[in-house]
């Protein structure tokens, strides 16, 4: 069974500084991979996705990750953190066959300080 | 693309009661999903139609849950004689047909149901 495991629960980071949330997936093939924001009290809305081709993927609000099969990673990063950006992250992955059911992470909260 | 519509946001029940809570996908998605997110968890999947056809269904959604597509548009998911572990916050996803290339692999959530049982 597929698996996700994002390590950090909560990260503070300071506005302006740079962002990476880590995330693992557990899977016998390449799934397609999601990260996917959750503001409070919201749904939840897609950032970026990959499903194969180039490995470093841009996403909405400056948003990128890279998919690096080696270490079964899928990292979000953005350069240069706003206020704006303190929501929870989720990473998600699907089989890249077959109907198309979610697995997600526990979810990153990430906290701006001033 | 007005977006994926949940009703009500949130819903307030004493234990025992039956709750039923209503999707409205994004007009031409025909797949549906339903998600349920407990505090500090991700969304885990309940189950999922293509049309009005349940194709998957969790091993989550017990006896108790049960869930519709009747005209292949919106859905409902009732939950009979709650219990304060179905507190929780419920989440419905669309997506376009499997033909539609990769727009199929993306599922697009709507606000969720805030449920409390008490």
């Known amino acids: 069974a597929q698996s996700v495991t994002q390590p950090d629960i909560h990260i503070t980071v300071s506005e302006g500084a740079s962002l990476e949330l880590r995330c693992n997936y557990s899977y016998g093939a390449t799934p397609y991979l999601f990260w996917y924001v959750q503001s409070p009290g919201q749904g939840l809305q897609l950032l970026l996705k990959?499903?194969?081709?180039?490995?470093l993927v841009q996403g909405i609000k400056g948003f990128e990750a890279e998919f690096k099969r080696s270490q079964s990673s899928f990292n979000l990063r953005k350069p240069s953190v706003h206020w704006s950006d303190a929501a929870e992250y989720f990473c998600?992955?699907?089989?890249?066959?077959?109907?198309?059911?979610?697995?997600f992470g526990k979810g990153t909260m990430l906290l701006v300080s001033p | 693309d007005t977006g994926v519509s949940q009703d009500p946001r949130h819903k307030i029940t004493k234990r025992g009661q039956n709750v039923t809570f209503r999707c409205d996908p994004i007009s031409e998605h025909n797949r549906l999903y339903w998600y349920r997110q407990t505090l500090g968890q991700g969304p885990e999947f309940l189950t999922y139609?293509?049309?009005?056809?349940?194709?998957?269904k969790s091993r989550l959604l017990s006896d108790r849950f049960s869930a519709e597509r009747p005209k292949g548009s919106f859905s409902t998911l009732e939950i009979q004689r709650t219990e304060q572990g179905d507190s929780a916050m419920y989440l419905c996803?669309?997506?376009?047909?499997?033909?539609?290339?990769?727009?199929?692999?993306?599922?697009?959530f709507g606000p969720g149901t805030r449920l409390t049982v008490t």
């Open positions: 990959y499903f194969s081709g180039d490995t």
């Open positions: 998600a992955v699907r089989p890249n066959s077959g109907y198309s059911t979610l697995t």
């Open positions: 139609f293509q049309n009005e056809a349940q194709l998957e």
């Open positions: 996803a669309s997506s376009h047909p499997g033909t539609s290339g990769e727009r199929g692999y993306e599922q697009y």
